[in-house]
């Protein structure tokens, strides 16, 4: 049974920073795309950042390029987003997600197979 869990997330000021943590189990962790979406009120979910299953290749939504950055420890079998400079408009559920069975250097935007349950971030003025 494949677990995906998120940590990490709270309440910050604008401009500060947060860094969310996603561990998984039950899944061969190396072999999978592993990205980061959200979802704020009243909004669709949206992309914010994958990265490949080697961590050799990254992609990122243009609203957090810059100031968000996506890393993985397959060793640890953990994913991490660390985002900085944080503005209200960030607010949101994260959720990671896994994609399994692709090209060590493919890094999707979609057809994510698995979901972790989310975190809350919350980003005052």
């Known amino acids: 049974q494949v677990q995906l869990v998120e940590s990490g997330g709270g309440l910050v000021q604008a401009g500060g920073s947060l860094r969310l943590s996603c561990a998984a189990s039950?899944?061969?962790?190396?072999?999978?795309?592993m990205g980061w979406f959200r979802q704020a009120p009243g909004k669709e979910r949206e992309f914010v950042a994958v990265i490949s299953p080697s961590g050799s290749n990254t992609d990122y939504a243009d609203s957090v390029k810059g100031r968000f950055t996506v890393s993985r420890d397959n060793a640890k079998n953990t994913v991490y987003l660390q985002m900085n400079s944080l503005q209200p408009e960030d607010t949101a559920v994260y959720y990671c997600?896994?994609?399994?069975?692709?090209?060590?250097?493919?890094?999707?935007?979609?057809?994510?197979?698995?979901w972790g349950p989310g975190t809350q971030v919350t980003v005052s003025s």
């Open positions: 039950g899944v061969t962790f190396s072999s999978c795309a």
């Open positions: 997600a896994g994609r399994q069975g692709i090209a060590t250097w493919y890094a999707p935007r979609r057809d994510y197979n698995y």
